[in-house]
């Protein structure tokens, strides 16, 4: 099974500042990647899909990039709107689809 | 607007089955797979299985292989997530997604989305 490992699991960081999370798969898996915002008490929502896509609506501060086995998810300004957890996705191979751990961002 | 409603938070014994609806609107619910996903209080999120409401035909994470059951009611555009066999440990909010487009035998992948509201779970004797 492939297996994601995601970090930080947790990131305190400043307003403005630049925020970078990483997300390692154990095999290729080409660009077959997902990024996820969680607010508290809500659900997901998704942001990135294969690997580098933003998706409709979502604002140009957040971005994607990797293929194969790392991939970095980035906020290049962190507004305070933007506290959340984040999670990575595969949906390469068996399991169908696996998530990261998650990383808690919060504003220092 | 595309939405996904789910049913309203259950309380199960131990040993007892629980079914989890997903009512899907704003668009055609056979075109896209139902994915379930779960995530105990303060954890992360944890893949269940996906459903073709198209075809009927199903996967599940090897965890849930034998407990879970994925079913839809195209009639109304609902999906269908029952576990059995409840244990503490599956006390969690579990989510429907809509998944990959699939047409013609091939599915498009582009995330899960969007999400239903989450249905919380709590089993308790």
């Known amino acids: 099974d492939i297996q994601m490992t995601q970090s930080p699991s947790s990131l305190s960081a400043s307003v403005g500042d630049r925020v970078t999370i990483t997300c390692q798969a154990s095999?290729?898996?080409?660009?077959?990647l997902n990024w996820y915002q969680q607010k508290p008490g809500k659900a997901p929502k998704l942001l990135i899909y294969?690997?580098?896509n933003l998706e409709t609506g979502v604002p140009s501060r957040f971005s994607g990039s990797g293929s194969g086995t790392d991939f970095t998810f980035t906020i290049s300004s962190l507004q305070p709107e933007d506290i959340a957890t984040y999670y990575c996705?595969?949906?390469?191979?068996?399991?169908?689809?696996?998530f990261g751990q998650g990383t808690k961002l919060e504003i220092k | 607007q595309v939405q996904l409603v789910q049913s309203g938070a259950e309380v199960k014994k131990p040993g007892a089955s629980v079914k989890v609806s997903c009512k899907a609107s704003?668009?055609?619910?056979?075109?896209?797979?139902i994915n379930w996903v779960r995530q105990a209080t303060g954890q992360g999120l944890e893949w269940m299985g996906w459903m073709n409401p198209n075809s009927g035909n199903t996967g599940y994470a090897q965890k849930f292989q034998g407990r879970v059951t994925m079913t839809r009611n195209t009639s109304i555009s609902t999906a269908y997530m029952e576990l059995s066999s409840l244990r503490s440990e599956d006390t969690a909010v579990y989510y429907c997604?809509?998944?990959?487009?699939?047409?013609?035998?091939?599915?498009?992948?582009?995330?899960?989305?969007?999400w239903g509201q989450g249905t919380l779970v709590t089993v308790s004797s």
């Open positions: 704003g668009y055609t619910f056979t075109s896209y797979d």
């Open positions: 996705q595969q949906y390469d191979n068996l399991p169908r689809y696996t």
């Open positions: 294969d690997a580098s």
């Open positions: 997604a809509r998944g990959p487009y699939c047409s013609g035998g091939s599915c498009y992948e582009s995330g899960f989305d969007p």
């Open positions: 095999q290729d898996i080409s660009n077959y």
